[in-house]
């Protein structure tokens, strides 16, 4: 690349005895002045994996950075772009490292410790030296498009993290038709929705969660600061994230939703790590210690790690669903807690449900979360979870209902263009039939969701509509 230089100057110009400098002085020091600046970017670089090891490469990185920023200042820019109007404006980081990712050090909050960052790979992993895959570091919470079909949606093209960015799907649907001020639901009004109403959506649906895991106490928000804030032992390997969390608690659910709104980017933005942000956000909520003890003497890890590709256990879900990192919730019933209410006559029920059917999930799950509160549901399957709900807050609470009704399914993978309509028909009986044989059976297997949905309403036939089944 021909980098264009200042007019030549006359004979004793720079360079020669006695010759004068083509560049003002001021102009010198200017370019001396961001030079030094660098170091600044080399430190964010280094904090997000980006470091220019190569000589070669880190020379042509700051000159390059130089000549950009000389040309700007001086007016020497893209042809049109005229003289500056005013001082220049600052140098503005990378678009890869935003600065909103992080927080300053004067933010407050607690550093965390290095007992903290070993108790969760203890919790998380089952021992101190395990880390996080790169498909966990890379993954955040990102919608699809504004005003679109799916503007509501989040992107979960991975199988590992997907349980968990369903679950928090879930939270979301049940935020944009049931809780925000509305006067009615409809599936039109998720593709309604632009970057603003994303943001506050993604907020209270983890607000909920951290809150629902803190049963009362005190919710915690972890994000990342630029400086290192503990130093490794040689039993515990570092990941370059950790160990720069600071933690923050809140001991009101509306202040916390408030605070991780402020920094939603935080969570969304690329290379923000915001998947495991909230993760450990979730751990601490729960506080480790409560987390132990509903693990119980088994000490199973929240995560399975199995041919480099790390999932949530039954465990994990357990917390999501519930508020407790115990799989045993998922089936026997759970008390009462935060995030939930019960109602008279039928019980305990979660503020979302879930439904699942697999090979040696055949085991329902417990009513509560069968029969939620409000029509949303996170369901497992052989290919993985998605998210089922209905536009009908009064599904669930009229049982005319449920004769024949709609139910939307959104799996997170990005070939999903639109949101699939399924027609649930539980009094057809068209299945009496086939009542006597197995469903799993040769000839007679049915889509994953559709059993699980049939784990709920026993029977049920379900169309598609024209969509071709895809889980």
Same mark, same amino acid.
């Given at each position: ?10 004979? !004793?110009?720079?360079? @020669?005895? *006695?010759?004068?400098?083509? /560049? ?6 200017? +370019?001396?002045?961001? +030079? ?82 070993? *108790? ?24 699809? $498009? ?37 006067? =009615? ?30 049963? *009362? ?10 400086? /290192? ?5 040689? =039993? ?45 956000? /979730? ?12 693990? !119980? ?49 039928? $019980? ?43 536009? =009908?807050?009064?599904?669930?609470? =009229? ?15 990005? @070939? ?20 006597? @044989? ?20 026993? !029977? ?5 509509? !024209? ?5």
């Amino acid at each position: 690349m021909q980098v264009p230089m200042e007019p030549r100057a006359a004979p !004793g110009a720079m360079g @020669e005895p *006695g010759g004068q400098h083509t /560049l003002p002085q001021m102009q010198l020091e200017e +370019i001396a002045s961001k +030079i030094s600046d660098l170091n600044k970017w080399k430190e964010i670089f280094s904090f997000h994996g980006l470091e220019i090891s190569n000589p070669t490469h880190q020379v042509t990185f700051c000159f390059c950075l130089v000549v950009f920023q000389h040309r700007t200042s001086t007016g020497h820019g893209p042809p049109g772009a005229g003289e500056p109007m005013g001082p220049p404006p600052p140098p503005q980081p990378p678009s890869a490292v935003p600065r909103p990712l992080l927080v300053p050090p004067d933010t407050g909050g607690q550093p965390i410790s290095l007992e903290m960052a070993m *108790g969760l790979r203890q919790l998380l992993f089952g021992n101190v030296s395990h880390r996080f895959s790169c498909e966990w570091a890379q993954a955040s919470f990102r919608f699809r $498009g504004p005003y679109s079909d799916l503007a509501y949606a989040l992107e979960a093209e991975k199988k590992g993290t997907r349980a968990l960015l369903m679950a928090v799907q879930a939270h979301i649907i049940k935020y944009l038709l049931f809780v925000r001020n509305t006067e =009615d639901t409809h599936l039109e009004r998720l593709g309604s929705i632009g970057p603003r109403a994303q943001r506050e959506a993604l907020a209270a649906a983890l607000a909920e969660l951290l809150w629902a895991a803190a049963a *009362g106490g005190r919710a915690a928000v972890c994000l990342l600061t630029p400086a /290192l804030r503990l130093v490794p032992r040689a =039993d515990y390997t570092a990941d370059s994230f950790t160990e720069r969390i600071q933690l923050f608690e809140f001991s009101e659910k509306a202040a916390a939703q408030e605070f991780i709104f402020d920094h939603i980017n935080c969570f969304k933005g690329e290379g923000s790590h915001g998947v495991i942000l909230f993760l450990y956000s /979730l751990l601490f909520s729960r506080t480790l210690e409560r987390v132990q003890e509903d693990l !119980g003497c088994t000490a199973t890890p929240l995560l399975d790690f199995n041919s480099g590709n790390i999932t949530c256990t039954e465990a994990m879900l357990s917390l999501l669903l519930t508020g407790r990192a115990s799989p045993q919730e998922l089936d026997g019933g759970p008390e009462p807690g935060p995030g939930s209410e019960t109602v008279e006559g039928q $019980g305990w029920r979660g503020p979302v449900g879930y439904l699942r059917w697999g090979r040696g999930l055949e085991e329902q799950v417990c009513r509560g979360l069968r029969t939620p509160r409000l029509p949303v549901w996170l369901c497992g399957g052989a290919g993985g979870h998605v998210v089922l709900f209905s536009t =009908d807050r009064q599904l669930l609470s =009229d049982w005319k209902r449920e004769r024949l009704f709609q139910l939307y399914l959104y799996s997170g993978q990005r @070939e999903q263009r639109g949101t699939a309509r399924l027609t649930v028909d539980t009094h057809s009986h068209h299945w009496e039939k086939e009542q006597s @044989e197995d469903p799993s059976s040769t000839g007679k297997r049915r889509r994953s969701v559709e059993m699980a949905i049939r784990t709920k309403w026993a !029977g049920a036939t379900i169309s598609w509509n !024209g969509t071709e089944p895809f889980f």
